[in-house]
């Protein structure tokens, strides 16, 4: 993968759990490292739940190989935070990795 193609920069995040004064366990996000990547938009739809409009935008994001990445890490992308959909290795080699991220747009 050529490197001028990788012009974004995502931070990769990591749930951790954590306890706040009153002891009631809540879900934080924690940056562990920031990637080089190419994202790319697929698609959007909206779509009516609970009586309210949502909005959903698929992307597709390509960087270099990260063994450690999983769908339960989720990717900041400036003030937009895309959840890991899909994880593939594009040629078994371990040089790229594309990821289907999906991201909950406000309508």
Not at 25 to 53: D, N, Y
Not at 63 to 79: D, E, I, K, N, V
């Amino acid at each position: 993968m050529r490197a001028g193609r990788l012009g974004h920069i995502v931070d990769i995040q990591e749930a951790t759990e954590t306890q706040d004064e009153y002891g009631s366990m809540g879900r934080t996000w924690e940056t562990i490292l920031a990637r080089r990547a190419f994202v790319k938009p697929l698609s959007g739809r909206e779509a009516e739940v609970a009586r309210q409009i949502v909005a959903t935008a698929t992307h597709e994001v390509r960087m270099r190989y990260l063994s450690m990445l999983t769908p339960a890490h989720r990717l900041q992308f400036g003030t937009r935070t895309f959840e890991i959909g899909q994880k593939l290795n594009v040629d078994e080699r371990n040089r790229e990795l594309v990821l289907i991220c999906t991201e909950q747009v406000a309508v």
